[in-house]
């Protein structure tokens, strides 16, 4: 029974390693949809490059697509685009045919 016992103390699996979160992915724009109230749905766009100008972003989508929306300031994420209903796949299209990104710097996320 002289068996030696391994030391379980050298890896913590829970411990905090210090790297950053799924959210903060740099490079990356993040097309997401939140369901609201029975059928009503809202569509957030965030990780745009900071040398766009996001009001007159806004003014196109709301323009093309008729709909609403707004710029809300987060203090992680930055500027996050909402807009009303869902609105990913028009978003994306539009990021693409204007050349602001590319289809595999684009992820879209729900449903």
């Known amino acids: 029974m002289s068996e030696s016992i391994q030391n379980l103390s050298k890896y913590d699996p829970f ?10 992915v740099e490079g990356y724009i993040h097309i997401r949809v ?8 809202l569509t957030t766009l965030q990780g745009l490059p900071a040398d766009l100008d996001q009001k007159r972003l806004l003014k196109a989508f709301k323009k093309d697509f008729a ?3 707004n710029i809300v300031e987060d203090e992680e994420m930055g500027h996050v685009i909402q807009l009303q209903g869902d609105q990913r796949i ?3 299209t539009f990021l693409i045919t204007e050349g602001i990104a590319t289809k595999d710097k684009i992820k879209i996320h729900g449903f």
């Open 15 to 24: 411990a905090d390693t210090g790297e950053d979160s799924e959210l903060s």
């Open 34 to 41: 939140q369901q609201r109230n029975g059928r009503k749905t």
């Open 67 to 69: 709909c609403n929306g």
């Open 90 to 92: 028009k978003i994306q």
